[in-house]
T-cell receptor
């Protein structure tokens, strides 16, 4: 089945220790998104790629970076995690090309100790 | 004013009843509207999309859109305990071509 996959599902990191979260998709969608969601809050868009074009949200901290080496994979790098970065990180995809429905992966729960 | 507003709930309905979830948005130029269901600790799951004024039905779900009043609603008929979840409203506005703005969600509780 075509899907969006995120690894790992749970990640524990230490304060200040870099961490990378990964997302892959078999949907062949053009657009990939990274969201941060904290408890009882709306998903907050960090950035998205339309093909290789990177679009950063104005309020995304510099501590967050992303890479999309090919159509299928996208990575979220947190360079120096703080306690406030503990959250669910959601990857989503959409076809683009006039279609705006987004499909989410299962998410990665990040804990910062 | 938030871009997308939802009552946080919880909205409690008995099994078999109709649950009505509402969402208002501030960007009058918004074009596309989506409802996602999110179970506790899980990721959002797309359940409905609507683009034109009026009603759109899919099984037990009906989405209603009124662009003049800037609201979109989701009706769930014959509510089941398995429908208990948080329902997120998402809107594609004019601020970003491929971006959705999410509301904080309404928590629905369906009691047996």
């Amino acid at each position: 089945d075509a899907m969006v996959i995120q690894n790992p599902r749970y990640q524990v990191t230490q304060f200040g220790k870099p961490v990378t979260l990964s997302c892959s998709q078999t949907l062949n969608h053009n657009v990939m998104y990274w969201y941060q969601q904290k408890s009882s809050q709306a998903p907050k868009l960090l950035f998205h790629y339309y093909d290789k074009d990177f679009n950063n949200e104005a309020d995304t901290p510099d501590n967050f970076q992303s890479r999309r080496p090919n159509t299928s994979f996208c990575f979220l790098d947190i360079r120096s995690p703080g306690l406030g970065d503990a959250a669910m990180y959601l990857c989503a995809t959409s076809i683009g090309q006039g279609s705006y429905e987004q499909y989410f992966g299962p998410g990665t729960r990040l804990t910062v100790t | 004013q938030k871009e997308v507003e939802q009552n946080s709930g919880p909205l409690s309905v008995p099994e078999g009843a109709i649950a009505s979830l509402n969402c208002t948005y501030s960007d009058r130029g918004s074009q596309s509207f989506f409802w996602y269901r999110q179970y506790s600790g899980k990721s959002p799951e797309l359940i409905m999309s609507i683009y034109s004024n009026g009603d759109k039905e899919d099984g037990r779900f009906t989405a209603q859109l009124n662009k003049a009043s800037q609201y979109v609603s989701l009706l769930i008929r014959d509510s089941q305990p398995s429908d208990s979840a948080t329902y997120l409203c998402a809107v594609r506005g004019n601020t970003g071509f491929q971006k959705l703005v999410f509301g904080t969600g309404t928590r629905l509780l369906v009691s047996p």
